[in-house]
């Protein structure tokens, strides 16, 4: 018995010994959801703390399925503004940047470093280098129109790479942050109106939301620059790269609203093209048009010039001799007849041509120049005349 009893108490110490030693090889950021490390008994934010391990994620919300902004080595210092259960909210330390949709900002080529924020409610995005802007998806604070945000490099696809903005916040399991002091004495901006991230919501559900949500910044910008587009006169409208855009928005499968919306979108563009295309259709027509009118205007004009001037002759017609009142005591009457032989009046010579031979003239189409009056002896108009002429005319060439 005794010798069992001295048996049980050697592999206690072993054990005991054996894990003494494991203890002391462990890695000093093994786990960032441990307990808290050690803060001042009622500590008061903000503090400034020291950072005590090595390799520290600096992460985008409070919770290991948030993505990782960068990492941060003892003796690093952060000031901490606020702690949710075993995470510490902090300001970003030197290195960090934030993401915000380029389409929110208004730049001056005079001061490319500075935007200015052009509507309300625009977000702002951790940023981090293991990520693509559209990947990043934690929201650390929302800007107002004329607001300003620094502007980091060229821009990235759709986003600006910024410094992150007043009351911006990441965070950092509180494990590694030891107390150094108060922060009440240093010029430091607390984060008044940032937006609280929700804990350790599942990374799949995280992505799905935000990335809905930039979606919908997508859809609202695109359709921004369709307004904008139908302000310009049609001939100078162009759709192409706005259609393009809205037809992948569509195609993706987790648009969701904004792919829904992009269809109202795409019809809404489809009737300014043909609207476009329909004012071509017109102006061709308006120039083939013009172009009749202005051939049928020139051969008005040519006949117009061939039309003998009527306006001295009291009568124009096709000389005829009269047989009716042939041989008639009281003098010489013809017949004026139009190019279809129907009678148009009587005509009588006077003055110096009264008894003239005017037999050149039957037959031949004329003009007279006298008095129309009526004739007491017929149903038709009489014209004493004392000139006839032949109108000239020109003849159309024969094929």
Known sequence: MESKRLYLLVVIAVIGLFSIAQAEKRPTALDESAQPAREADNVKFPYVGEVTGTEIN????????????????????????????????????????????????????????????????????????????????????????????????????????????EGATLWITSQYIRFIRSADEIDVKIPQSAPDADIAKPEMIIGQVETKSRQLEQYYTLRKQFDDEKTKPLGQQNYTKIKAEAEALIADPDSGDAGDYAKYLLKDIRRCELAKESEGAVEIQKTELQQEITEIEKEYQEKLQNIPDVGKYAVMGIFKQSHVYEGQATGQRFLIVDDGNTPVCYAEPAGEIADANLTEYYGQKVGLIGQISADNQSHLALVRFEKIEKPETTEPEKE
């Open 58 to 165: 600096i992460r985008s919300g409070p919770g290991m399925n948030f993505y990782s902004c960068g990492k941060i080595n003892a003796p690093a210092r952060v000031v901490v503004v606020d702690r949710k259960y075993s995470w510490s909210k902090i300001l970003p330390p030197p290195g960090s940047f934030s993401w915000i949709f380029r389409q929110s900002v208004q730049t001056d080529s005079d001061s490319p470093g500075v935007g200015i924020v052009n509507a309300d409610d625009v977000r702002v995005y951790a940023g981090s280098d293991e990520l693509e802007p559209m990947r990043s998806d934690s929201v650390q604070i929302t800007l107002s129109a004329g607001q300003k945000v620094r502007i980091i490099g060229e821009p990235t696809g759709d986003y600006y790479k910024i410094a992150p903005p």
